[in-house]
């Protein structure tokens, strides 16, 4: 229990853990709320994929219900203490939605991020303009907090300062030619994705125009690797303006790995990407 995790990751796997014991004692989610008492379903639910937090009397109950062996038990606490504590973005809840939290926590601990994205250039790889511009445009928070949702985004891009970290985006052309912020502003944001230098291995690679139909199209998805092999993949399915979810069935993930795949086999190369940027830019910089 020594290594350095986010919290985020800490509560995953306690709510994991306790799902599998209440699956292997053959109880319902629905039974188990009723014996902690004070809860209901919908909350265990988010405890056990990690959106939510366990009281301490909670935890109490639940290893009183599920007995888990004397070493699983005192796991569970650990966990529990750990998965308490606060990441650096919690400063920013007032201003995010709970997925925003939950998604960097976990990106905090992946050590593959794989994105596909259709609509926009991915948030960890735009400049502060490109960002202030998506967030202006979509009217979705107020204009006090706007500034700070900015910042929370940008924040977000510490990732790849991590050398042992990977990303590999998956960004469909047109999110290229759209100009957003205005065509100068474009300009710049198609600049620093062929100027930036990242500590992490970033890849992008672009599906072109002439790729033809596929699976994935008008979706934004993006699949977490871990590198401990107790914390299974998760994917994150960013539904806008719906809810998005974060999946970790065997089978979901298997038909994200599909939908990223197929996406992937449709794009340019690294080296033909860079390319097709630098032509797109050299279009916009006239």
């Not at 650096?88 to 905090?108: K, S």
């Amino acid at each position: 229990m020594s290594e350095h995790v986010s919290p985020t990751l800490r509560r995953r796997r306690l709510g994991r853990q306790v799902r599998e014991r209440r699956i292997e004692l053959n109880l319902s989610g629905a039974e188990l709320a009723r014996q902690i008492g004070k809860i209901n379903q919908s909350r265990l639910s988010k405890i056990e994929i990690g959106k939510a937090r366990m009281t301490e009397v909670q935890l109490r109950k639940v290893i009183e219900i599920l007995q888990p062996s004397p070493e699983q038990a005192e796991e569970w606490r650990e966990l529990w203490r750990q998965g308490d504590q606060l990441g650096w973005w919690a400063e920013f809840a007032d201003v995010i939605e709970e997925n925003g939290g939950m998604l960097v926590g976990l990106e905090a601990d992946a050590a593959h991020v794989r994105q596909y994205i259709e609509a926009f250039v991915p948030s960890m790889l735009v400049t502060e303009e490109y960002t202030r511009a998506v967030v202006y445009a979509s009217q979705s928070a107020r204009p006090t907090d706007m500034g700070r949702i900015v910042e929370f985004r940008l924040e977000r891009q510490r990732r790849l300062d991590d050398p042992n970290f990977r990303y590999t985006a998956v960004i469909a052309e047109g999110a290229l030619h759209r100009h957003v912020g205005g065509r100068d502003a474009m300009a710049r944001q198609l600049r620093h994705l062929l100027d930036a230098q990242w500590e992490a291995t970033v890849e992008v690679l672009v599906v072109p125009f002439e790729a033809g139909n596929y699976a994935a199209q008008g979706m934004a998805f993006e699949i977490m690797r871990f590198a401990n092999p107790e914390d299974p993949e998760c994917v994150f399915v960013d539904s806008w303006p719906s809810a998005a979810v974060f999946l970790e069935k065997p089978s979901e993930q298997r038909y994200y790995s599909n939908l990223y795949s197929v996406a992937a086999s449709k794009a340019l190369d690294v080296e033909r990407s860079r390319e097709r940027i630098e032509q797109i830019w050299a279009t916009m910089s006239l």
